[in-house]
């Protein structure tokens, strides 16, 4: 019997999404390349390890894997983005045939899905980019899956990809399709995004207990565990009270680890794909810059001469009001750029379709994503309801105090202090772009817009 679904890489999530295949029926062809001393028959030690994969079959070979696979195909890449990918793609090639499918369910870079699809039109194989959301866990258990490419590659590949994406809180499947080229890798960039933005801030209110209120690392560890039963629940906010309460012989792990923070590509993606179309991403900008400056630390010496004074003027309240501010912005920034690029790029990108795949199975899930889910308008962004509005106007007070005492301490929050600049800036009186734009007609004649003519641009004659 030929196999449904084939996969290729089997890596730690290329290994845990076939085991949900199999956990859920579906007949699978499992490939992972032959490499002497490093990867030698890992497909084979898979299906031998996990009994959800008993019945699948493993290869080293490229062309038996194929042939084991019934017609029209359907293959699933789970390997690292990049080049690994095109050299996949051309050794496929001369070994499908029109109407076969491939599925590419690594972070790949959107433009390079796009570049994909257009160089395989011509032989007829269909190709979609799925972004996969959850890590290992998700991906055996179920995964937040976000689709882009042709409605007929989405077709093929929906009956198998619906059976193992992970069941959202109001029933439905989060699996959706957001249109043509590379939306699918677009929705998970941005994803990570937010990702990368809702880490920091948990990480910046944990400095803050430590460092500015002084709190040891369980106490800091409760406190999550309190607001993860409140409004801020999220996938993030549970893990990290897990980790803050993880202890061995020699005590708290998380003591023990150096603060340097790694990253791959999505995160620089989304920003540099926010700067080249107007939207200032500056939740993952602080996120990302955060990540680059802990590479770049003095030496321990020097750091540690920094002011080390605890205040105890800030109750944990406040400083769970400010993180609730940060969130909604980061959101807001990231739904934006969405609306904007969707509208550019022509996709069917809907924000409670977004809501909704976000709500399960991906890191980034929370209250707050169910909650944006449930609002009825799709055309108005999310965020401008009165309830949020007025939320965001009182905790703005909050956000302040927090800000001040950690100043006061000599502590940076760049995420938090973002969040209340962002916000300021869009809705203070604010002129200092009209100066910003009269300098730029000032030294090269670009044009300004007057209030009474705002859609007019015109060269006022300065120096005359
Ligand atoms: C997910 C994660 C996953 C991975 C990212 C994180 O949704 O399951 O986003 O894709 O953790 O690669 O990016 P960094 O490695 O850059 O932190």
New binding site residues.
Partial sequence: MKKEIGIIGLGVMGCALARNFGRNGISLALYNRHLSGSEEKVALRAIQEHTELKKAQGFEEVKEFIEALERPRKIILMVTAGEAVDHLLSSLSGLLHPGDLIIDGG?SDFKSTEKRLNTLLDSGVLFLGLG????EE?ALNGPSLMAGGSREAYELAHPYLSRIAAITPSTNKALAYFGSGGSGHFV?MV??AI??AEMQLIAEAYLFLRNVLGMKTDEIGAVFDAWKASHSKSYLLEITSEILQTKDEHGFVLDRIAPIA??????ASALIEGALSGQPLSMVASALFTRFISNQKPPQAEVSSLKRTHSKTISIETLHKAYAFARIVNHYQHFSMINASAYHYRWDIKPNDLCEVWSAG??IRSSLLERLAQAKTVETPLFFNSEIQSELSTSKEELKAVLNAAYQSDIALPGLSNALNYYLQLTADDPSAALVQAQRDYFGAHGVYFKEEANRLVHYPWKA
């Fill in positions: 972070n996969v959301s959850g890590g998700g998970k994803h990570n990702e990368y790694s990253y791959n590509q999505t995160g991906c890191i």
